[in-house]
């Protein structure tokens, strides 16, 4: 295999693996305005501290995890 064919290997999977950043940071982000938004109606069994602390956490993580892909993109670019 030459280089020419790894490199382009390796893009697409980084490509994917970028794309799977950005879907799940988005999920993440989703969920966690859910456990926000769903502790005012009563139907989650956490208290509204707890509640708010977990909702906050996983909406950190998705927006790193959607910096984590769009740099990565960046990076992949630049390589071109």
Do not use: C, H, W
């Not at 999920?27 to 509640?51: H, N, Q, R, W």
């Not at 956490?57 to 790193?64: D, P």
Request: aromatic content about 18%; cysteine-free.
């Amino acid at each position: 295999m030459n280089q020419e064919q790894n490199s382009n290997k390796r893009n697409g999977y980084g490509n994917f693996r970028n794309s799977l950043d950005l879907g799940m940071g988005i999920f993440y982000i989703l969920i966690g305005a859910l456990v926000i938004y769903a502790k005012y109606f009563g139907s989650l069994e956490l208290s509204p501290t707890y509640a708010n602390l977990f909702g906050g956490l996983v909406i950190f993580y998705g927006l790193f995890r959607v910096y984590r892909g769009i740099s990565n993109f960046r990076k992949i670019k630049q390589e071109k």
